[in-house]
Nanobody
């Protein structure tokens, strides 16, 4: 599967932004999906994950209550809606996919396919 992330940009503190990740191929519904981010000089970290059917989701402590992950299998797309953005949310955001995870994953090592990343910048 090939992944194409989009929707990044610059936003002020407290603002909102929505990311999209479009997947190629007819088997998108077979993949567990995740969003990760990487800030300069830091390791890639988990943000949110979603099961194949969308019924199970998981969030990092930082994302919980502010971000929402959801998917539309008919459109081969996974989304990340972000609210109450903070300067520390500034990073390159990546979507990822895996065929073998049971429900959701939270480690970059668990995901096989990655998109190219989209920059999110939160300014004060």
């Amino acid at each position: 599967v090939q992944l194409q992330a989009s929707g990044g940009g610059k936003v002020q503190v407290g603002g909102s932004l929505g990311l999209s990740c479009a997947a190629s191929g007819p088997t998108f519904r077979n993949y567990v999906m995740g969003w990760f981010r990487q800030a300069p000089g830091k390791e890639r970290e988990f943000v949110a994950g979603i099961s194949r059917g969308g019924g199970s989701t998981g969030y990092s402590d930082s994302a919980k209550g502010r971000f929402t992950i959801f998917r539309d299998n008919a459109k081969n797309t996974v989304y990340l809606q972000m609210h109450s953005l903070r300067p520390e949310d500034t990073a390159v955001y990546y979507c990822a996919a895996d065929r073998f995870l049971r429900t959701t994953g939270s480690s970059p090592d668990e995901f096989e396919y990655w998109g190219q990343g989209t920059q999110v910048t939160v300014s004060s």
